[in-house]
């Protein structure tokens, strides 16, 4: 089994998410490329304040997805909050005829998706673990 590995200082490690946000009501807002765009850069920005990278991020019109990967560090739901926050506050600001379409300017659903993701299967992994037993007994 090979893993594409990041290393910290006492650690190796392989951590990719994806993480799905909805607008709040299922509006839909996501209807213009320019807002698309912007979501997008302003994302891109905030993750590398947090040393997260993007690896893709893609809308529908209520909704987007990201798949990212990130430290053990990460401080998960202060980055998520980041997010949140200040893509709403940007499309708001940028495109006024959004906030028309929201109820009391609230952008995103408060609920969010999140998953771990990896390079292989869980069931792949199941029986990477389960060999190590037999690999073990072959050794005594």
């Known amino acids: 089994m090979v893993y594409d590995l990041d290393k910290g200082a006492h650690s190796v490690y392989s951590l990719y998410y994806h993480f799905i946000q909805v607008v709040k009501y299922r509006k839909k ?65 940028n495109f006024p005829k959004v906030k028309k379409e929201l109820w009391e300017g609230k952008f995103w659903s408060p609920s969010y998706f999140l998953a771990t993701s990896g390079q292989v299967t869980l069931d792949v992994l199941k029986k990477y673990v389960d060999s190590q037993e037999i690999k073990r007994n072959e050794d005594l």
């Not at 893709?56 to 053990?72: G, N, R, T």
């Open 29 to 93: 807002v996501f209807v213009n490329d320019a807002i698309v765009d912007l979501l997008k850069t302003k994302t891109r920005e905030i993750a590398e304040t947090f040393n997260v990278d993007v690896l893709e991020i893609e809308c529908d019109k209520d909704h987007f997805h990201m798949l990212f990967k990130a430290s053990p560090r990460l401080n998960i739901p202060q980055f998520i909050n980041a997010v949140k926050t200040i893509t709403s506050r940007e499309i708001q600001r």
